[in-house]
């Protein structure tokens, strides 16, 4: 059994910053690429950052110079570092973790529950 569980979410100005995390946790054998997703009201779920097992990152364009995506292979978490946010980053954000478990030969993806994010004055 895998899990992700995120947290960090929450209320802030424009301007301001937040930081997410997500921990993997369970039966882990090797954990491969790890994401971020968005998911605003009415849009569909959108891709944002993300970082491979050697450390190579990638942003989507709206976020570039302003989200920074980190991990911690020791603990199996990964952080998303948020900064100078936008009224239009308010969504609903969800780690992706690509998981290899104990239990078989092929690698998965797994989400996590989702954490809200809201930038407004």
């Known amino acids: 059994q895998v899990q992700l569980v995120e947290s960090g979410g929450g209320l802030v100005q424009p301007g301001g910053s937040l930081r997410l995390s997500c921990a993997a946790s369970g039966s882990i054998l090797s954990i491969n690429a790890m994401n971020w997703y968005r998911q605003a009201v009415g849009k569909q779920r959108e891709w944002v950052a993300a970082?491979?097992?050697?450390?190579?990152?990638n942003y989507a364009a709206a976020v570039k110079g302003r989200f920074t995506i980190s991990r911690d292979n020791a603990k199996n978490t990964v952080d998303l570092q948020m900064n100078s946010l936008k009224p239009e980053d308010t969504a609903v954000y969800y780690c992706?973790?690509?998981?290899?478990?104990?239990?078989?030969?092929?690698?998965?993806?797994?989400w996590g529950q989702g954490t809200q994010v809201t930038v407004s004055r």
């Open positions: 992706n973790v690509a998981i290899k478990p104990t239990s078989g030969y092929f690698e998965y993806d797994y």
């Open positions: 970082i491979a097992s050697g450390g190579r990152t």
